[in-house]
């Protein structure tokens, strides 16, 4: 039987804007299932399981147990709304309803996240009707899903609307090969507050490796700006937001939610030419936006 989470509301608009820009996902979809890792790897491992993640209004679909080793999550959104999937690990003893209890405190009184709640990535922010995909690494333990969509009024669907999912990793058997992560292309190192990118982005497909070299938890959102709009233009969105950013500014071609410092995780994007920028929505100690430290930046991909 799956666990019901209690519904949580809340009146003040703590941290706007903090996951904002992910309502804007592009229809298309931005994963491809039938990944060649497996054939990327050394004689002896396979290459990352994949598992799919459903999103509804307000819910996620998930098997209760699943075994350690390198994932590939892919988040389908059925529901009406925006979602978005961020991994919280559990440090043993910790029950996911001192979770929501913590987090929904945190975010009333714009307090820090609980330190025993580990944030390891996830599938970006997917718009109704498409996908959006992540590669981590899991440990035995016990962990949940949340959403952290905070739009259109400034409170996250964890906790307006007890947007989480639990469940358990357990450990491999030892009896089938080891799973290997995937063959990345590109690596790209989050700091604080900046971007920094192994090599330049190129149209076509890539497996981009996301690593948090900074102190404090950052994620990336690969935002493709429509023709003859500029950082100004997005600026000027999240001063008075709706649900999603409309498509005549831009759409989100992939990306990983909050990665803890030290973290990584891989996803894989496909990108036309174009003008693109690279976005952190996560909230600084200080309860801005580490956009507003200056975490965005401008590409071009050719």
Known sequence: MRRKFPTRTSAHRAFPLAIALGGFIGCRPQDRPESNA????TPGTAGPAA????????????????????????????????????L???????????????????????????????????PTVTAPHATSNA???????NYLWICLYNLPDGVPHVVGHGMAEAFVVQPASGTEPARAAPEADIVMRLLDYSFSLSAPLAAGRHTIRVENAGTESHEVSVTRL??????????????NPGERLPDSVGSVA???TSLAPGAEAYFEVDLTPGEYLLLCFVTAPDGRSHIDHGMIQQIKVS
């Open 51 to 86: 598992v799919t993640l459903t999103a509804t209004d307000y819910a996620f679909g998930f098997p209760d147990t699943v075994v350690a080793g390198w994932t590939t999550f892919h988040l389908v959104n059925h529901g009406s709304r925006p979602h978005m999937a961020q």
């Open 254 to 256: 992939g990306g990983v």
């Open 226 to 239: 429509a023709a003859g709009k500029t950082i100004e233009d997005l600026r000027a969105w999240l001063r």
């Open 135 to 141: 590669t981590l690494e899991l440990g035995p333990g």
């Open 38 to 41: 497996a054939d990327q790897t």
């Open 88 to 122: 919280i690990r559990l440090e043993s003893g910790m029950t996911v309803e001192q979770f929501l209890e913590a987090y929904g405190e945190a975010f009333r009184s714009k307090g820090p996240r609980p330190e025993w709640a580990r944030r390891l990535g996830g």
